[in-house]
C-alpha cells in the first residue's frame, strides 16, 4: 500500500514483511497493541461489510473480522498477503486481494466501513487515499483510522521507540507524515467525512485514532 520505490515508498515495506507483525509489537509495545483492541471492541454492529485497506499482514484483519458480516483485507504487498491468506484459510468471511490504496478497484458505495490501520502515516498523499475511502464507502458509512503517533509522547519514550525502530527495521522510508489526532481529523473534513471521534490513547507509546461518517 505504499507509494513509490526504492528506500522511500513500496519496496521498503515489502522487503520487511516478515515477521512485520512481530517487528510492529516489538517497537510499539503489546500495551497500545492491546489499547487499540479494545477501542475497536464496539466499533462495529455485526453485520457490516468492511474493507481493510492496507491490511499488512493481516494484524487487526482477524481481530474485525469476529465482529462484522464480512472483510476485505487489501494490501499492495503480496508477501504480506500470502500471510493474511495462511492466517485466514479457516475463515469463511475474510476475502483476500491485492489492491492500490490510491486507485481500488471497487465500484463507488461498495462498503460500509473502511478501516484504515497504520496506513495513513506512511504513505506519500493521505489525502488522495481518504478520497479514495470516501468514495468506496456508502453514505452514512464510516472510516475508522489507528496510526501510531509521537504526539504526546515524553522524550525519553520516544528516543526509546526510534532505538528499537533503528533495530528492527534499519533506517526510515523517505516518505511517510505525521498522523496525530488533528492531522487526522483534517484530513476527514478535507474529504466530507463527519468526524465523531478522535481519540490519543496509549502510555509509553502513543496510537491515534479516529470514527468518522460519511453523510447520508
Given at each position: 500500500m505504499?507509494?513509490?520505490?526504492g528506500?522511500?515508498?513500496?519496496q521498503?515495506?515489502?522487503?520487511?514483511?516478515?515477521?512485520?507483525?512481530?517487528?510492529?509489537?516489538?517497537?510499539?509495545?503489546?500495551?497500545?497493541?492491546?489499547c487499540?483492541?479494545?477501542?475497536?471492541?464496539?466499533?462495529?454492529?455485526?453485520?457490516?461489510h468492511?474493507?481493510?485497506?492496507?491490511?499488512?499482514?493481516?494484524?487487526?484483519?482477524?481481530?474485525?473480522?469476529?465482529m462484522?458480516?464480512?472483510?476485505?483485507?487489501?494490501?499492495?504487498?503480496?508477501?504480506?498477503?500470502?500471510?493474511?491468506?495462511?492466517?485466514?484459510?479457516?475463515s469463511?468471511?475474510?476475502?483476500?486481494q491485492?489492491?492500490?490504496?490510491?486507485?481500488?478497484?471497487?465500484?463507488?458505495?461498495?462498503?460500509?466501513?473502511?478501516?484504515?490501520?497504520?496506513?495513513?502515516?506512511?504513505?506519500?498523499?493521505?489525502?488522495?487515499?481518504?478520497?479514495?475511502?470516501?468514495?468506496?464507502?456508502?453514505?452514512?458509512?464510516?472510516?475508522?483510522?489507528?496510526?501510531?503517533?509521537?504526539q504526546?509522547?515524553?522524550?525519553?519514550?520516544?528516543?526509546k521507540?526510534?532505538?528499537?525502530?533503528?533495530?528492527?527495521?534499519?533506517?526510515?522510508?523517505?516518505?511517510?507524515?505525521?498522523?496525530?489526532?488533528?492531522?487526522?481529523?483534517?484530513?476527514a473534513?478535507?474529504?466530507?467525512?463527519?468526524?465523531?471521534?478522535?481519540?490519543l490513547?496509549?502510555?509509553?507509546?502513543?496510537?491515534?485514532?479516529?470514527?468518522?461518517?460519511?453523510?447520508?
Amino acid at each position: 500500500m505504499k507509494k513509490g520505490s526504492g528506500r522511500g515508498g513500496f519496496q521498503y515495506w515489502e522487503d520487511r514483511a516478515y515477521r512485520f507483525t512481530e517487528n510492529q509489537r516489538f517497537i510499539t509495545g503489546e500495551d497500545t497493541e492491546n489499547c487499540i483492541d479494545n477501542w475497536l471492541s464496539d466499533k462495529f454492529k455485526g453485520n457490516e461489510h468492511v474493507l481493510d485497506l492496507g491490511c499488512g499482514t493481516g494484524r487487526y484483519t482477524g481481530a474485525i473480522a469476529s465482529m462484522v458480516g464480512s472483510i476485505v483485507a487489501a494490501d499492495r504487498s503480496f508477501l504480506m498477503l500470502e500471510q493474511v491468506r495462511k492466517a485466514a484459510e479457516n475463515s469463511e468471511n475474510i476475502t483476500v486481494q491485492m489492491e492500490d490504496c490510491y486507485r481500488t478497484s471497487f465500484s463507488d458505495e461498495s462498503f460500509d466501513c473502511v478501516f484504515l490501520g497504520n496506513l495513513l502515516h506512511i504513505v506519500a498523499e493521505p489525502e488522495k487515499v481518504m478520497l479514495e475511502v470516501s468514495r468506496i464507502i456508502r453514505p452514512g458509512g464510516s472510516v475508522i483510522t489507528v496510526d501510531y503517533t509521537d504526539q504526546g509522547m515524553r522524550l525519553a519514550a520516544k528516543l526509546k521507540m526510534i532505538v528499537r525502530y533503528l533495530k528492527a527495521w534499519g533506517l526510515p522510508p523517505g516518505t511517510g507524515h505525521r498522523m496525530g489526532t488533528k492531522e487526522m481529523t483534517v484530513l476527514a473534513k478535507s474529504a466530507g467525512f463527519h468526524v465523531h471521534e478522535s481519540i490519543l490513547m496509549g502510555q509509553d507509546t502513543k496510537v491515534a485514532c479516529m470514527l468518522a461518517r460519511k453523510s447520508s
